[in-house]
T-cell receptor
Framework: AQRVTQPEKLLSVFKGAPVELKCNYS??????LFWYVQYSRQRLQLLLR??SRESIKGFTADLNKGETSFHLKKPFAQEEDSAMYYC???????????FGQGTRLTINP | KAGVTQTPRYLIKTRGQQVTLSCSPI?????VSWYQQTPGQGLQFLFE???????NKGNFPGRFSGRQFSNSRSEMNVSTLELGDSALYLC?????????????FGPGTRLTVT
């Protein structure tokens, strides 16, 4: 079965420090991986997807098929990055996402 | 373009009742997905509709059903409500991107079952 694991429920770093949110997945085929973010009192929104290989708001994520990981990274955290982050997987072109449990990121001033 | 809208935003029901939730996707999007979000189970896929047909289904009991209309608006229905159905129900409007999709989420309907 497809599964997404985010090992950290909570992550706290200081402003200006690097941040890495971990995501591991299990799927034998070629998945599509996403990171979604939910800021306080806002709706869930797409942050980035591995296919586009973009950097959004300074965040990047690389799909490592050997380690089945899709970690989210940012070299210098900002206070506005505080939010709930979800890693998600879709497969076979299906319009269904399998979500991890989420990581609440807090950036301390 | 207007975003995804869901109505109602909040709902309180009693065990045994049934409920219908509505979702209006972004104009031009033909696919709608539904998710249930709870503190214990997180975000779980319910079903997905494309052009009025259910195309994908998650692992939920038959009490959970849905439909989609010709204007792409979608409804989901939960019959014989249980306390465990209390959750935030999210609708996502799916935009075609080549061989894949991007999902745009609505604000959700918070259902409380007492």
């Amino acid at each position: 079965a497809q599964r997404v694991t985010q090992p950290e429920k909570l992550l706290s770093v200081f402003k200006g420090a690097p941040v890495e949110l971990k995501c591991n997945y299990s799927y034998s085929g070629s998945p599509e991986l996403f990171w979604y973010v939910q800021y306080s009192r806002q709706r869930l929104q797409l942050l980035l997807r591995h296919i586009s290989r973009e950097s959004i708001k300074g965040f990047t994520a690389d799909l490592n098929k050997g380690e089945t990981s899709f970690h989210l990274k940012k070299p210098f955290a900002q206070e506005e990055d505080s939010a709930m982050y979800y890693c998600a997987l879709s497969y076979q072109g299906a319009q269904k996402l399998v979500f991890g449990q989420g990581t609440r990121l807090t950036i301390n001033p | 373009k207007a975003g995804v809208t869901q109505t109602p935003r909040y709902l309180i029901k009693t065990r045994g009742q049934q409920v219908t939730l509505s979702c209006s996707p972004i104009s031009g999007h033909r696919s709608v997905s539904w998710y249930q979000q709870t503190p214990g189970q997180g975000l779980q896929f319910l079903f997905e509709y494309f052009s009025e047909t259910q195309r994908n289904k998650g692992n939920f009991p038959g009490r959970f059903s849905g439909r989609q209309f010709s204007n792409s608006r979608s409804e989901m229905n939960v019959s014989t409500l249980e306390l465990g159905d209390s959750a935030l129900y999210l609708c996502a409007s799916n935009a075609e991107r080549g061989n894949s999709y991007e999902q745009y989420f609505g604000p959700g309907t918070r259902l409380t079952v007492t």
